[in-house]
Structures are given as structure tokens and as C-alpha cells.
């Protein structure tokens, strides 16, 4: 069962990547800027925009399962979560690479201390403590339980993390998508949305191996345990 | 409460066990208006304009130091493994706890402040009253997630950076509003219309924080 | 009949890489004594760890007086003394239990107080701080703030440690009249003598399992001995 | 020279057991900066102005944080009491100490270094060169008072704020010129007269310092 | 004659208002095994930290050797099992070893180490650290770091804590051939037994005093532990 829902993923996946660097690059208009390489910067909108989405995706995900694992107590609640975190932290990452590749050209530097750009630091930051919290402690249900607290509070975080930020004059564009999407014009408009599914299809694809990964690990230890007893 | 109250009570008690803790405290509080002071030899007219982040970084670090001292008491011989076999509420302990830090860490704040205040040659107006309610709420959202996320880092080897890595960013939030009022009441100017929703917000997060911590805080004990 | 005082079923530990305790299943009646006996590293306090709750088991299931070693009532009926002092050195020895009367909502805690220093032969130092006490002395401390809410189930792991003679016989005393009063007691030592003194139950721990269950009367201490002193290496190695 | 090295060698084992410390060291200093930086909303003009102070209050609370962390360790199990006994020099354990705190430091400014550039996006020169002595010269300063007296410090049950009292105060005339250093480099501009001479300073108070510290070492350990 | 290993005179200590020695004049000859015997609080350990210079005592004057207790070779002739561990928790068993024998400039160190593991039967746990031992992990550990040098004076308090009784079989053991190679050993312990199996020479101290000094042989062991068993509270008010 497992292998072929995998399988299949995979074979989207491709399908879904393949094209949407197709649409990405030879069928979606260019815009129009004042040089060539803010042109092919722009390219960028369409990684740039659906990791941070599915970045914030992911961090949901970590909170549910949190709050699944304290009421359930079951190992897998655990391991999404963590999972899910790892993406999560991935993901931003991506956000806060392709981020300055495209301020560059556009903005002439690299990273000002902007709203969202710092907001997004921030984001990346409490996750990175989350699994730094994790690594510093031993396997057991304690660290199950201290991780699913601070996966519970980090999330809680942030919204306010981006509402806070909106004390700030914004160097970053705002809200594309929901101010209108006049200036997403139609095949603009639809290279996002397939890219963001094709984003959507990655991390679920990921977060199933990952955590097939480390349920595998689980069982390996336990072997591992009996074997040294026997 | 009276769970909580002991547990404040015996906080305080350790902490105050020597009357000379709290010139301590007072020097220290001294002694980082006067590191920032001499670090930055800049112009007054840039102090002042830096000066409410100053006084919030002072904050914080005493903050941190308050934090870091209340969870490592628990710590030394055990106390925390008999925090989770007392038949009591976590939530409690988490009150108390939280109650001993606030109370101490508003004690620094009380003894930087007018250290802040002449450094700066500020003066004193009505005004500056308003400061009361925004370094209560401040501290409150300071205090509130850095009790609960102390006893997370207690736990771990590599205490005090852990804490500071899950601590700053969750906090920076309420640290920035915290920052931007104290820079309102400072100024001198009007305080205009954003001063007060914003005030209601930090105290509407800290109220949120709170709750949450109170609620969550069985689960640490716990193993 | 009544639920027992405890009851293991199946109880595994393992810190990581290291085993500490394998399919233990233990039931002990309200009011027995037993001993836990068990070389260097058996598992012996990981189990009593396990039946306070401080600590979870990686399976198996824990039961209180039919529940959750976690619920309150669990807890307020718990005392636990471990290697751990679970105390503050830098109160006084008055502060402590003042402060642990409070949190187990103790009645009529002075009296208690005053009753439990006595006790331990503390009295003269209550208004020291334990930070200046003595091992001994500490330990004593433990002891008293460990029966100062008058538990009914009791876990010493050790408890006998850095006491004089004098204060092993009063522990001794002590111990017996909590027998005498239908209390449950769990006993960790290396010494078999006292725990033959004491208890009529005893289990010994090897290769994190339990190797052995029987009664102290029906066993020859030789026999005991015998299998305590099983080879060190060869019980962690497998 | 060897039981300094053997010291050292079981500090730094301790400190980089996992290799997750650096990481947490490095995001550690990562949000050291980024908590300057929300909390002084300021023009980017002001910001340059106080770069040299940021910096090395920066580098001053990564130190403290290295001090204390490494003498905790010391304390935990009666270690400080078994240094006592043992048959060594008490200058080379001090060295031992000086060396391990000084190179987690160092570490620590290496990692704040390049944060540092890109947010104030400073544009790196030859001359930049010169900030390698000045940092070296001001944090062997630092450190070969704060070994000691952390030493002192770790015998208190206050010992984060005790250090705090008897370091800063005495460090203070090295972090000033240390920041006025830095500013003369990151200034831009020639290097004045002034720049040497007052290096040479330093230094030699880094000397002094290290001379009395390792010759009163002894006397700190015994009873 | 040869200087006496260990030469005590009038020494006197106190904590503030709290007295933990009186005048305390003491000799031990190279070779000698003493057991220092005293109720909880009588000033053993502090005799035994001042003995090893750790603690300077009020007054009085101390010898070690003919010389000060803090000189260089003394400190390298002696050996400490103290309350405290003396070791590093984040570091393995093995690196606590190679550490402590690194600073005593222990000769071939890494035989030395492989010697005193096996002897404490934890070369199995030499890559684990001390943190995750057990409590009498870490005593068979701190045995081994104290042995580790060759001293020639040992200052043992209460070294048997947390033993199993293998383990305390295996210390006994150790201790007798210590004995029988001319080392000093002086003994704190409140096992009454143990040290008459192990010392010829006792003291007792008691109202921070040594209110006895006798050869084990020469006294009924009743009688020691009839002298031993005094009050506590009288002893510690006056
Ligand atoms: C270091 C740099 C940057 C970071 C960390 C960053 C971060 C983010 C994040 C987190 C989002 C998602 C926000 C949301 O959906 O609510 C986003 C969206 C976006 N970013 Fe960036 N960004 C950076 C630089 C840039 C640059 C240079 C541009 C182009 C000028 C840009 C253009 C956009 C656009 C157009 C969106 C879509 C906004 C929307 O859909 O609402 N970003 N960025
Ligand atoms: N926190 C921990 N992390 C890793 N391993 C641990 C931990 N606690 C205990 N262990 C291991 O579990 C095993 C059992 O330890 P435990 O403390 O229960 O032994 P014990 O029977 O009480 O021994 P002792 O007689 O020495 O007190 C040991 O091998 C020990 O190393
Ligand atoms: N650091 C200290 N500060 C204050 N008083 C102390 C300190 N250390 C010891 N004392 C006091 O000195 C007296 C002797 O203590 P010591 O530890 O020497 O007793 P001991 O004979 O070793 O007892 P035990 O058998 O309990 O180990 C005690 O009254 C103790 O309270
Ligand atoms: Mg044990
Ligand atoms: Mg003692």
C-alpha cells in the first residue's frame, strides 16, 4: 500500500516539478522591468511565495501535532511534528535565500531590516530552537512533552510575530495575492497556483518520507535493544 | 493559591537572604547603564534617540539573569523532580514561579530606571507615568513566556543559550511594542491615538501568553 | 479484594542506547515491605523512579492504588527520598519543611514540624542552613521532610546513606512503626542485613529483570548473597 | 604547559561534545544582533554611529555567557575542590581556564563577525585587517580578568551577579579604547596617530592583567 | 624516627558561630590505617578537608610529610574521596580517567586506566558519561580516579556509599593491599564493622573533639559504639 501511494507522489511530483519549471520559465510572460536581470530575477516570485506558504503550512502542522501528541500521547504525533518542523525550517530557508537573490537586483541590497524580512528571520529562528531544544535533550517523553510545549507556543507566536511588524514602513511588497489580483494578471496567476500545488505535492511527499524515516529509526532501535538482550 | 504564594514566598526569601542582594542588584542595574554608556560614546542627540532600546536591552538582560538564576535554584539539588511529585497543580507552580520572576525582574526595572533617567538628563513629567503600564505589560509578556520556556531549558545541559535561543525570538514581539511605546511616552510629544490600542494589545497578548503557560506547564513537570 | 498498592505490568526503561529495566511485572499489597535488591546499575532506582511517576516508562503500564501514579491523590499519599536531596541549601532547615508542609497542605504543620525535627535530632539546628549541614546531617533532613506529611506509600532508595549508627536506629524504629501502621514501603539498599530486618518480601534485579521474588524468611541470606553477587560484567555485557 | 593544555583540551570537549554547540553558538550571536536591532529602530546613520558600541556589547555578553558557563561546570560536582588538590601549578590551571574561555570567545566574535558586516552592510576593506588585533587585544583583556575572577565569583551563591560587579568595572578602560579602535577602523577614514599607540595600550594592559591574574591564581584555589 | 605521615596540633575550626573542631591534636605513622568514627555533624569530613589542605583550619598547624599540606608533593602523594564526585558529568568515564591522570602525571596512563577500570568492573561503561551512571557507577568511578595516581596518604570518607556489596567487597579488598604496601589510609565511615575488619587505630570524635583514641584490638567493639551512641544533641550544643 505504502510504496504505491509513494510511488505515485513521486511520479506527480515529477510530472507537476517538470512542468511548472516549464510554465516558470518559457510560457508565463515576462514583466516588464528595466533590466534583464530584474527580469529573470522575478522568475524567483514563484519559489519564493509558495515556500513561504507552505512554510507557514508546515508550522501548522507542528502545532496540531503538538497538541494531538499531549492529548494522545502517541509516538507519531511526535514524529510529524518534528517532521513537519524540519520542513518547516527548510522551507523559510528557502524563503530567506531566494529572498536576497531577488532584493539584489531589485532593491540593490541584500537584506534591510524590513518588516517582513525580519519577521521571516524571526519565524525561521523559533523553529531552529525548537529542533536545537530536541537535540539537547535525550529521546524519551520528556522530550516529547517539552517539544510539543514550545511547538504549541512557537505557533502561537506567530501571528504576532507578522502583526507586530506592521509598525514597520515595508520596503517588502504587500500582499499580492490578496490586494488583487489585477496585478496577477491570468497566466501569471495560474503559473503561481501550479507551482504552489506543485509545492503542496513536495512537502507532502517529503513529510510521509521523513517520517517513514523516522518510525524506521523507531524499529531499528528496538531491534537493535533485543538483539543486545538476547 | 496559597501553593503559588509559597513558592513565591520561598523564592523571595532565597533571594533576599542577604540584605546585600539587593545592593547587588542595585550596582549591577548601575553597572549596565554604565557599560552601555561608555560602549557607545556617541553624541547625546543619537543617545536619546536610541535611549528606549537601551533601557528595554537592560531590561532584558537582567530579565535574563533573574530567569536563569530562579530555574537554576530548582535545579541544584533536584527541587524540580520534587515540584513534579508534590500533589499540587502545575499550574500553581507556574504562578508562583512566574510571580517571583516578575517581582524581581520589576525590582531591577525600579532600580535602573531613575539610574536611566539621569544618565539621560530626562526630564520628569506627567507623562511619564504612562511608562508604569507599558514596562508592567512589557514585563509581564517577558516574564510569562520565560518562566515556562526556563523550565523547558532547565532541562538541557546548555541552559542559558538554550534559553536565549527559544526565549528572544517568542518574545520579540512584545519587546518591539514595548520598545516603540516607551519611545511614545519619551518623546514628549503628544501621545497620539496608536499609543493606547497598542498598549491593549501587548496586555492582550501577555493575557494570552499567560493562559497558555499556566495551562501547559503540567506537562513539563511530567516526564 | 482490594486493588493492589501497586501494580507493574510489563514495565520496560531505556535511556537511548542503554537499557535499564526489561518486562517487569511486580504487585505489592497495601501495608507489604519489600526490599529491592540489586547490583550497581540493576535498575533499582529507574524502577522506583518509575513508580513515583517522575519518570515514564519507555512501555508497559504503572498503576497506583488502581491509578495513574500521576493523579493527585497518588502524589499527596507519595514520599520519596532518592539520591536527590530535594532541598533547598540555601534555606534553613525550618524553611524547607515549612515550605514542603505547604505544598502537601500538611495540618497542623508546626506541630508536625516540631515532631518530625525531634525525630531526626534536628532541632537544635533548625534555624541553620542546609547548606551548612553536614551529609548526615542533610540526609537526616530528608528523612523528616520525606514523613512529614505522613505518606502511606514510601520509596527510599538508599535512604540509610551517610546516617550514624544512632540515626540508622531511629530509621530503623521508624520504619517499622510505619509498617505497623499499614504503610506500603519500597526499600532500595545494599545492605542485606537491614533489609532482612525489615522486610519479609524481597526482590532482586539482574540483567535489568527481575531475577528473583521470594520471602526473606523462607530464603537463606547466603542464598541471597549468592545471587546478588552475580558478575557485574557479565549481567550488563549480554 | 601540558596541564594547561590538559585543561583546556577537556574544556573545549565539554563545550563541543555535540556538534549542535556551535550551531547554537552561532544562532546564539545571530540573535544577539538581531535583538539590537529591533530594539534600536533607528535611522541607518545612527546605527553606524553606535556600530562599535554594538559590537562589543555584543562580544561582552558572549563573554560573560562563555565565563560563566565554564566555571558552572567547574563548580557542579566539587570540581573547583579538585583542582585544589591537585599537584599542579595554580598559574597553569589558570592558564588552562584563560586559554579554554578565550578560545570560545574568540569563537563567538568570529561568528558574530560576519553578521555583523551584513546587517550594517559595511563593505569589507584591507584596512579591516586591522580589527584582528584590536578584537584579539580587547577580548585577551577581557578574558584574563574574567577568568580570574570568575574564579572568585563561582564561589558565591550569587555568582552571574557577583562576576558582573567585579568584571565590568575593571575591564572597562580595555572596552573603551577596544571601541574606540573599532571605530577608528570601521570609521573609514586614515588611520589616525592615535591608532597605534593606543593598540600598544592595550596590549600591554592585556599583559599586566595576564601577569598578576596567573601569579595570584594560587591563592584563589586554596582555602 | 622517619617524620609522622600526618601531625595535627591544636587545630581548631569554625564556620562562623558554628564550631566543627576543638583543638584536635592527632599523629599517624606512615603505614597506619585509622578509622575516624563520630556521630553526624562531629566534624569528620572537616578534619579530613583540612587534613588535605583543602580547608585551612582557624588555628593550629597541620603537617603532612613534615610539610605544609598544600606543597606541591604532598598534594601529589595524596588521594581524596570526599561527599563530592570530583568529576566531570559531560564527560565519559575514560576522559574523566585520562584527564585526572594527565593532571597527576600519572606514568603510563592508559595501562593505569585500563588497571583501575577493571578493578571497579567498569571498563564496559568507559564511553558513557558519568551523567547517565548510576549512583553507585559514579562512587566505583571516583574510586578508581583516587587510586589512579598510586597515593601514598588516602583520605576515604565514607567511600563505601552506594557500593553494592560486591563492590564493597572489592574495596575492602583494595584497601587491605593498600594497607599491606605501606600507604596511610585514614577512614571515615559510620560502619562500625568495616572498620574494625580494616584498621587497628580509631578515634571517635565527639563535641568536635577526639574523645577517644584506642587500637581497635585493645577495645570491645560494644564499647565503641556505647561511646559512639551519645546524644547527638548534647554533643552538638555545648
Ligand atoms: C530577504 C528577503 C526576503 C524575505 C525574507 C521575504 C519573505 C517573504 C515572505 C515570508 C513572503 C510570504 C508572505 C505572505 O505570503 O504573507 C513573501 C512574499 C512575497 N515576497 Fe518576499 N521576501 C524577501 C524578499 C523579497 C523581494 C526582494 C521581493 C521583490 C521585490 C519580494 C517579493 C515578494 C512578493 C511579491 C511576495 C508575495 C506577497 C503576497 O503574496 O502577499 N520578496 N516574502
Ligand atoms: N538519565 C540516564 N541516562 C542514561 N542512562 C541512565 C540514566 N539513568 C540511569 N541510567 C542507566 O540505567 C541503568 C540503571 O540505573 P539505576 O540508577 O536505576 O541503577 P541502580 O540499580 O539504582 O544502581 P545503584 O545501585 O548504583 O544505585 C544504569 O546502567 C544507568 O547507567
Ligand atoms: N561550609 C560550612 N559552613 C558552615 N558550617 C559547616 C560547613 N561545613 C560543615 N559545617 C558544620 O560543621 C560541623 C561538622 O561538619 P562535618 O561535615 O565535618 O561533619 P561530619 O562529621 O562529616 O558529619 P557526617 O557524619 O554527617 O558526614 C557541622 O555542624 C556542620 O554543620
Ligand atoms: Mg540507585
Ligand atoms: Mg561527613
Redesign the interface.
Known sequence: MRPTIDKTLLIVLLITFLTSIFLIFNWVPQIKASNEAEQIAQKIFYFHVPSAWLGFMSFFVVFVASVAY?ATRQRRWELISVASAEIGVLFITLVLITGPIWAKPVWGIWWTWDARLTSSL??W??Y??FL??RR??PD???RA??S???G???F??VP??Y???R?WETQHPNAVMASGEGSLAGPMFFTFMFSLATFTILYAYILRKRYQLLELEDTLNKQFKEMEIL | M??AF?IL??DL??EF?SKE?IL??W??SL?IF???N??????RL?ML??AP??L??AF??SGM?GL??SFA?EK????L??M?????DGGQIYLGKFLSVTIIMLMFEFLIFPIFIIFYDLQLSFQMFLLIPVILAGTIGFTS?GT??SA??V????Q???L???L???V??????S??LTGMVLGGGEIGAVFFP?LI?VAA?DV??FT??YM?FD??L?? | MAVPALHLEKVSKDFGRIIALRNIDLKVEPGEFLSILGRNGAGKTTLLNII?????PSSGSVQLFGTDP?D??N??K?A?I??????????TAL?NLE?YG????VNDLEQRIKTVLHEVELTHRRFDLVAAFSRGMTQRLTIARAILHQPSLLLLDEPFTGLDQQAIGMLIDLLKSQKELGRTILLTTHDLHTAKVLSERYIILEKHQIMQDGLMTETNPDEIRKKYFSPLEKAEMS
Open positions: 499531549l524571526i519565524l529562528l523559533i531552529v530552537a536545537m531544544l539537547y535533550l524519551g517523553s520528556k512533552n517539552l510539543a510545549v514550545v504549541i507556543i512557537g502561537i507566536d504576532i510575530v502583526y507586530s511588524i509598525w | 496559597r501553593t509559597s514566598q520561598k526569601r532565597m537572604r542582594s547587588a542588584m550596582i549591577f553597572l554604565v557599560i552601555f561608555f560602549t557607545f560614546e556617541v553624541s543619537v534617540e536610541i532600546g537601551l528595554w536591552v532584558i538582560f539573569f536563569n538564576h535554584v541544584e539539588d533536584g527541587n523532580r520534587s513534579a511529585l508534590m500533589p499540587v513566556l515556562i520556556l523547558v531549558a532541562h538541557t545541559r546548555n542559558q543559550i538554550l536565549s535561543l527559544l528572544w525570538p517568542l520579540s514581539p512584545i519587546i518591539i511594542w520598545v516603540n497598542l494589545r497578548f494570552i501568553f497558555i503557560a501547559l506537562f513539563i511530567e516526564d | 513515583s511517576g517522575v519518570s515514564r500521576g493527585r491523590e502524589k499527596a507519595l520519596v532518592s539520591h536527590e536531596m530535594f532541598l533547598y541549601g540555601n534555606l524553611e515550605y505547604r505544598m502537601y497542605s
